[in-house]
């Protein structure tokens, strides 16, 4: 079997304005970097068109309505403090959501064992009526729902080792049973939620807060007790929110991961997939703001997921 990667280059229209960290530079130093990779065992695919009623099952309608709207015809426009959309995010926003969906597609009739999804904006941080942190639309969520919906799959996880903690997808599935979302995170520390307390309705959130400083051996070793509520959850499909910004030379947190880290978690993660979901895993990308650590930690990722097949 085979890795896919879905992207598309209509990341490079969505500007976030000069500065900001959340810039096309990163999905292109992920991208360039992958293209080096020389392996027959690849997949490449750009996003297809999708069902816009599987972003309305995740986000409230009168949402996704808003944010249609706001997108604007010139020049910037801010859905929050420091989320902001230009002409080209409808398009951008629109193939991150659908590179998920393909990916899923990929993985549902074999046509490859796993796959990465390189592209933006991420999406964990919104919730269902909600822009914040970057984030529009709530990428791996629609995704969940997607395979709840087309696949009528009953059990679905999603592991989320951004160094922020997703409130969103939180948000989206806190009353849903058939849903466990997991996240390790710094905390305190944005977006202020991602509490132990925070269980979910039917116990289907796991928060997992680690102090800054926390080191790799320290993070692995937490990192058990996703393994082990992914083993008792026994999922049909595992989704990753891969965010790349715990490593230790990222500007916006203060977790010490190395890039050779994010291949242990992964290779981790798929032992379980293999025995719960015959190995079926879709990754996209979250956060990481430091290209070098970013350019990195997605190749030990993605390796991972290869070495796999």
């Known amino acids: 079997m085979k890795t896919g990667i879905v992207t598309t280059d209509t990341y490079l229209n969505h500007n976030t304005g000069q500065g900001h960290p959340e810039n096309a530079d990163r999905v ?26 599987y972003l309305k099952i995740t986000h409230n309608s009168n949402y ?20 902001i959309v230009s002409p080209g995010s409808k398009e951008a926003s629109s193939d991150a959501v659908g590179s998920i969906i393909t990916a899923i597609d990929g993985v ?16 964990h941080h919104a919730e269902k009526n909600k822009a914040m942190g970057f984030c529009i639309y709530n990428n ?11 696949y009528k799959l009953n059990k679905i996880a999603i592991i989320d080792f951004d160094v922020h903690h997703g409130n969103g997808t ?10 466990l979302y997991i ?53 049909d499909f595992i989704l990753i929110s891969a965010g790349f910004d715990a490593h230790k030379d990222d500007p916006l ?22 025995e719960c979901c015959d ?14 650590a970013l350019k990195e930690s997605t190749e030990a990722h993605v390796n991972a997921l290869l070495e796999f097949n």
């Open 64 to 83: 996704v309505s808003e944010v249609e709207k706001s997108f604007p015809k010139k020049g910037l426009f801010f859905l929050d403090g420091d989320t």
């Open 183 to 235: 996240s390790t995170h710094q905390y305190p520390f944005y977006p202020g939620s991602g509490t132990e307390k925070e269980k979910g309705k039917f116990d289907n959130i796991l928060n997992i807060p680690l102090a800054a400083g926390t080191n790799s051996e320290e993070y692995l070793n937490a990192y058990e007790f996703v393994l082990k509520k992914l083993k008792n959850f026994r999922p």
């Open 28 to 53: 292109s130093v992920v991208i360039e970097n992958l293209k080096k990779i020389k392996n027959k065992n690849f997949v490449w695919k750009k996003p297809n068109k999708f069902d816009a009623k």
């Open 253 to 274: 947190a203060q977790l010490q991961l190395k890039s050779d880290d994010y291949h242990i978690i992964t290779k981790r993660t798929l032992s379980v997939a293999k």
């Open 108 to 123: 549902q009739n074999r046509e490859f064992q796993n796959a990465f999804c390189a592209v933006r904006p991420p999406g």
């Open 279 to 292: 190995g079926k895993i879709v990754s996209i990308l979250e956060g990481g703001y430091d290209l070098n």
């Open 170 to 179: 939180q948000d989206i599935f806190f009353n849903n049973e058939n849903v």
């Open 140 to 150: 791996v969520a629609v995704g969940a729902n997607y395979l709840l919906e087309k």
